[in-house]
């Protein structure tokens, strides 16, 4: 159990060969003293690790006015190097690349020709500075037996409802072997529009609602600065997808809630612009071989595991109202997914030659309804009333709103007898575990076909902060009426914020909850929420303290 900030009682257990404790320490302690100078203001990152390849990231500051946005400063070339050992003695790939204010002067690099499985440390040098030294790892090799994979989960990220002390601690942490963020890595809204419990504890840059190329770089560069997310990025490898707030708030194919296109402008151009400046700012491999952006991707963790991210608003419909969604939410031509990325999806999973399928999913896919109904009387029901197969929905943000979706990928799991299927899931801003019942109604009798963990937000406001109650009292009551209601969701929390740690093995998948005793405090301790395991072909479990 964790009880402070301290990270000695954690020790690396790295699934990726070639690292040892020793070089873990030296890094991060190198990792915690950001470099001097001004050339590297925004830290350095790398992601999506792969067997002989990862993605290396900078940005440049060639000039004090040539800031984030601004459009201004002369080109300039970086040199960037990746080597086995932190002194650089041996370095296994390099090269120079020329940035400019037409990239917001950012550097992207897919570093290739590396060795699987294996540490390496990175760094950039440019304009007579050497930025800090970042640490990374490839994946191991497709068809390497691996023993053990561990990666911290976070989303939902809000500048200014809180500090992000979960950084910190994952930062702290020697164990893990990637971040994955499922999204809401920033926030689109004004200074004021949507902040903590006690208010905004700092303030957005810039000062209104972000809706321009300028606006969104802006933004991703304020992001930047904070330095836990830097001592993150420099520590661990990211593998990230983007949910609604990196563009704007419920975002659809073809507009946003929030978005109005007489006074903010057509939403293509809006969402083109958020793209780009998150593909410019963030150490992701999202452009197919065609150039076109496609983020939904898969990382394969040799015979142990595959990780499918998914893009859940790029090709999405519109979220219907409360009473129209429960009309339309069976609709078989709404779509979460699109068809393609859902074909992609469903074939990856049949073919998979992994033990574990997990699934990046910013959305919750469990079923939350109010109340499941019996299968005798559903028919007649929905009929009548026009309520969905199952029940009424909440929430038609998630894929409750879009529930022949969900029962085609179901189906297809269950078809086919795919076991081992677990959901990693953000956006609500609150922590769940779910066995998946192929049939709410039907749970526990009926077949189930995987499990969903949903992680707590960085700092985005809870059901607790939105109530503004005392921690654990008024939401106490409204999870139990939640799991009363809905038996397969085995695990609510509506407090708290903080991270999970997925450990996954050959035998289980273990999701341990971590949430931060305050988050406007920027030096908080840390607790251990609650853990459940879910055994290879089975169903959750608790469990009563993280793996050591």
Not at 433 to 462: C, Q, R
Not at 490 to 518: A, C, K
Request: aromatic letters at 8%; glycine letters at 10%.
């Amino acid at each position: 159990m964790v009880t402070s900030p301290s990270a000695g009682q954690f020790t690396r257990r790295t699934l990726f060969a070639g690292g040892t404790a020793a070089a873990a320490a030296v890094v991060l302690s190198t990792a915690t003293a950001h470099a001097a100078g001004t050339v590297f203001r925004h830290g350095v990152a790398s992601g999506d690790p792969l067997p002989g390849a990862v993605i290396l990231w900078t940005r440049v500051t060639v000039a004090d006015n040539a800031v984030p946005g601004s459009g201004l400063g002369a080109p300039a070339t970086v040199r960037w190097e990746i080597a086995t050992d932190e002194s650089f003695d041996r370095v296994a790939a390099s090269g120079t690349v020329t940035t400019n204010a037409d990239a917001d002067h950012t550097v992207k690099v897919d570093a290739t020709g590396l060795a699987p499985g294996t540490d390496y440390f990175y760094r950039f040098i440019a304009l007579g500075e050497t930025s800090r030294i970042g640490r990374t790892h490839t994946a191991p090799a497709a068809e390497s037996e691996v023993d053990r994979l561990r990666l911290g989960l976070v989303s939902c990220s809000n500048w200014e409802a809180g500090w992000f002390g979960a950084y910190r601690h994952l930062a702290a942490r020697t164990d893990l072997d990637a971040i994955v963020h499922l999204g809401d890595y920033l926030y689109e809204y004004g200074q004021g529009k949507y902040t903590g419990r006690n208010g905004a504890v700092r303030l957005h840059d810039p000062a209104h609602e972000i809706i321009t190329l300028s606006d969104y770089r802006t933004r991703h560069g304020q992001y930047k600065t904070d330095p836990d997310l830097a001592d993150l990025h420099a520590a661990l490898p990211f593998i990230c997808t983007w949910d609604d707030h990196e563009s704007a708030d419920n975002a659809w194919r073809d507009g946003s809630t929030h978005h109005d296109p007489a006074t903010q402008g057509a939403w293509g151009d809006r969402r083109a612009a958020s793209a780009r400046a998150y593909l410019e700012w963030m150490p992701v491999r999202a452009t197919r071989a065609d150039g076109a952006v496609q983020i939904y991707r898969r990382l394969r963790f040799g015979t142990l595991a595959e990780l499918s991210m998914l893009d859940l608003r790029t090709y999405r419909d519109e979220e219907a109202g409360p009473l129209a969604g429960w009309r339309v939410a069976d609709d078989p031509a709404r779509t979460i997914t699109g068809r393609a990325q859902m074909d992609w999806l469903t074939a990856g999973l049949v073919s998979s030659p992994t033990r574990w399928k997990l699934i990046g999913n910013s959305v919750m896919i469990s079923p939350l309804l109010f109340p499941p109904l019996e299968p005798a009387t559903t028919e007649a029901i929905t009929t009548a009333l026009g309520i969905p197969q199952g029940g009424i929905t909440v929430n038609g943000d998630q894929w409750d709103g879009y529930t022949a979706d969900r029962r085609t990928l179901f189906s297809t799991i269950a078809d086919n007898q795919i076991g081992d299927v677990v959901f990693l899931t953000g956006d609500i801003h609150t922590s769940w575990a779910a066995d998946l019942p192929l049939d709410a109604a039907n749970y526990p009798a009926g077949p189930t076909v995987g499990t969903e963990f949903v992680i707590p937000s960085v700092t985005s406001s809870s059901v607790g902060d939105l109530l503004k109650t005392p921690p654990r009292t008024t939401s106490v009551v409204a999870e139990e009426a939640i799991k009363a209601a809905n038996h397969h969701l085995r695990y609510v929390e509506l407090d708290s914020h903080g991270f999970g740690v997925l450990e996954v093995t050959h035998e289980q998948t273990q999701m341990d909850w971590f949430y931060l005793f305050d988050v406007i405090d920027p030096h908080s301790g840390l607790r251990h929420g609650t853990s459940f395991a879910v055994r290879s072909g089975g169903r959750l479990e608790p469990r009563a303290t993280p793996p050591s």
